[in-house]
């Protein structure tokens, strides 16, 4: 499905709001690795990642968040994904050397490891048992990494835990997608109704073909249409459908910019796309999830790019609330984000560059809420406009208007007495207009210009 102007309307946070980025801790000096997930534990927030340093608190491989400071959680090896099942925290974690690694569970005062551990045999620094995700499935914790072997059981990509020891799924995930490094990376797994799905650079699973998503329905392994030409990262269920955000350009003879929307048969481009100003910047997404009935996008990218053409200015985070895109006052420049959570009044962010770590607050004020509460009292229209704009405002028949683009730039002004308003030498796009009444009074709409 391919939205038109009429369709679809995008209110940006930044347009008519102070700015509401805190940043809690940054850099090298007071983070010395990249933050990768959040999670809550037994009502407080933990983080993991790449780091042992955290706001200047030197920590394990993860640490957890009492509002103001953090503490220490022993994790012997770099982390990548948490969740808790059955009361207790399970950590997937990364391990650069070739040698065993482990799914640690954490109980909130020790740390033990599942089971016999992964290997990846092979050679190289591509065969590092690494592990990218846990989760819950069918009454059975789920593991999903690059390893081919677990103790002496040839595993590969995926296991199960029986109560005793870790199972195969069908075969398990093989195979890379072409022109990627050997590495199966089954990045994120997602447990919708009776099915479990892992997505990652794998291109079998149990013998099917599937590139880089495969849905396991408790018996066999199948396909979602021709999966993707490049890696996946993160699967999400958002208004009754999945999405799949990654690096990948194509699913089949469908352009879809690192991020796209399953439509029964299909993954379709859900009206938009990302990039990088830069053409040398690595573009991906990496997180989706829905937290306050949004379905949040973090990763490397700059840009939101809509299936029209309109290029949206943005810093590695956006969120879909099924009509608009929310760009949080333009995001955070030159980092990638990857850990989301709801905090107390907004969101809290995590990411980083390379060897070092970046941890940030987004906290809404309520002139961010004014959109929406006060779109009543003005109409617009024809909306999509092209030579004229006729306006019906609760503010009476004159006031002070502004049209800002995107970005919050005032592309149009002046003052309005009930006439309409020429808006002929506008480019096409999407637009805010504001009126200021004389008495003070602020009134909002969406505008789409053709």
């Not at 208004?239 to 993954?267: C, K, L, P």
């Given at each position: ?37 959040f999670e809550y534990f037994q009502d407080t927030l933990y983080a993991t990642g790449l780091f042992t340093k955290i706001c200047g608190e030197t920590v ?362 020429d808006v002929h030498n506008l480019t096409s796009g999407y637009y805010m207009l504001e009126l200021a009444a004389d008495s003070g009074e602020l009134l909002h709409s969406r505008l789409v210009v053709q």
């Amino acid at each position: 499905m391919r939205f038109t102007p009429a369709l679809v309307a995008f209110t940006l946070f930044a347009t008519h709001t102070h700015a509401q980025w805190t940043t809690l801790c940054s850099g090298t000096s007071d983070n010395n690795g990249f933050i990768v997930d959040f999670e809550y534990f037994q009502d407080t927030l933990y983080a993991t990642g790449l780091f042992t340093k955290i706001c200047g608190e030197t920590v394990g491989h993860a640490a957890k968040w009492d509002g103001s400071n953090w503490y220490s959680v022993d994790i012997p090896h770099d982390g990548h994904a948490m969740e808790e099942i059955d009361g207790v925290l399970h950590f997937a974690t990364y391990q650069f050397a070739n040698d065993s690694n482990f799914v640690w569970r954490y109980y909130g005062d020790f740390v033990s490891a599942l089971g016999e551990g992964v290997f990846n045999e092979g050679g190289g620094t591509s065969y590092t048992p690494n592990l990218y995700d846990v989760i819950e499935y069918d009454g059975q914790i789920v593991a999903s990494g690059d390893f081919n072997r677990v103790g002496d059981k040839d595993i590969s990509g995926i296991m199960r835990w029986n109560g005793t020891e870790w199972d195969s799924l069908g075969g398990g995930l093989s195979g890379y997608l072409p022109g990627a490094p050997p590495i199966l990376y089954p990045h994120k797994m997602l447990v919708d109704g009776p099915d479990l799905w892992v997505c990652g650079n794998f291109s079998h699973a149990g013998g099917v073909e599937v590139n880089g998503i495969a849905g396991w329905n408790g018996t066999n392994w199948y396909s979602a249409g021709p999966g993707f030409d490049q890696a996946v990262y993160g699967i999400a269920v958002y208004d009754g459908s999945m999405w799949a955000g990654g690096q990948f350009t194509t699913s089949g003879a469908n352009e879809v910019a690192s991020i796209a929307r399953w439509n029964v048969s299909q993954w379709q481009s859900p009206g938009f796309g990302f990039a990088s100003a830069d053409p040398f910047d690595f573009t991906y997404v990496h997180t989706l999830k829905v937290i306050d009935d949004m379905l949040f996008m973090a990763g490397g990218f700059d840009q939101v790019i809509l299936d029209d053409g309109t290029i949206i200015p943005c810093g590695s985070v956006v969120a879909w609330d099924g009509d608009s895109l929310y760009t949080f006052d333009g995001g955070v420049t030159d980092k990638d984000l990857e850990a989301i959570e709801k905090i107390p009044g907004g969101y809290l962010f995590g990411g980083g560059l390379y060897g070092q770590g970046y941890v940030a607050e987004w906290l809404p004020v309520d002139t961010s809420v004014a959109i929406h509460e006060i779109q009543q009292d003005i109409r617009v229209f024809p909306n999509p406009a092209t030579d004229v704009l006729y306006i019906r405002a609760s503010a009476g028949t004159q006031a002070s208007y502004r049209i800002t683009d995107l970005t919050g730039k005032t592309v149009l002004c002046g003052y309005w007495n009930g006439q309409p308003v020429d808006v002929h030498n506008l480019t096409s796009g999407y637009y805010m207009l504001e009126l200021a009444a004389d008495s003070g009074e602020l009134l909002h709409s969406r505008l789409v210009v053709q």
